[in-house]
């Protein structure tokens, strides 16, 4: 159901933005968002409201607890970002593009 998913998704962004606002950081629940982000965009489900902020979610948890980079690398999620914007337009690549400067 599209509901669900763009809900899953705005959890997700959510938890980031807690994680990106709360000192000390989390790296548990960090890592947690990373692997689940992972498994939306392996999904290749979503629909473009979805993804984007699935996309926003990954870069703002990486943002706030840097540890949980190597999380992301081990996954592969890198590789995965790009492919998981491209059908889903112009602004899924933009998010996409600074996702992926920020996992460098």
């Given at each position: ?24 950081s ?39 607890d ?19 914007a ?12 600074e996702?992926y400067?920020?996992?460098?």
């Open positions: 159901n599209k509901n669900i998913r763009l809900s899953v998704a705005t959890l997700l962004y959510n938890v980031a933005f807690y994680l990106h606002s709360s000192k000390p989390r790296t548990e629940i960090a890592a947690q968002v990373v692997k689940l982000v992972d498994t939306v965009l392996q999904s290749r489900a979503y629909e473009a409201e979805a993804v984007i902020r699935c996309l926003m979610a990954l870069g703002t948890t990486i943002l706030a840097p540890d949980v980079k190597p999380v992301a690398k081990e996954l592969h999620v890198v590789s995965r970002v790009e492919m998981a491209l059908p889903h337009g112009d602004l899924a690549k933009a998010v996409a593009k996702v400067q920020v996992l460098q």
